[in-house]
């Protein structure tokens, strides 16, 4: 037996204008003028790291828009694994002396933010 998708479930979004996608593409150059000051020896450590979640937050977004609507929840999962694993990140940065208190709350309250926008966002695909 075929089945017959409607046209409902191939409804495409357009990634650049998604919220969230241009939170996280402010959020990933937020993250690389952040790290462009790290010391040299973070090149491979944090600074790598952390550049290569920030893309991957504001890539997943664009990559499950042009998917199903429950492919693209997985993308969104992606995304928010991504968000939470620069969140540790930042948080490691700080710790570490590479990054201000004030400008690690700042950082981290737009990661949360965009936490919080993709899920409520997540919410309407369902």
Known sequence: MIEIQTMNEFKRHNFKRLKIWQM???????IFDLTSNFPSSEKYGLMSQMNRCSVSIA?????GSSRTNKSF???LDIALGSSFELQTQLLLAN????????ITNNIESQIE????ATMSF???LN
């Open 24 to 30: 996280a593409m402010e959020l990933a150059k937020m």
């Open 59 to 63: 890539s997943n977004i664009a990559e």
């Open 73 to 75: 929840n997985h993308f």
């Open 95 to 102: 710790a570490n002396g590479l990054i201000a208190d004030e």
């Open 113 to 116: 933010e965009l936490q919080k």
């Open 122 to 124: 997540q919410n309407t």
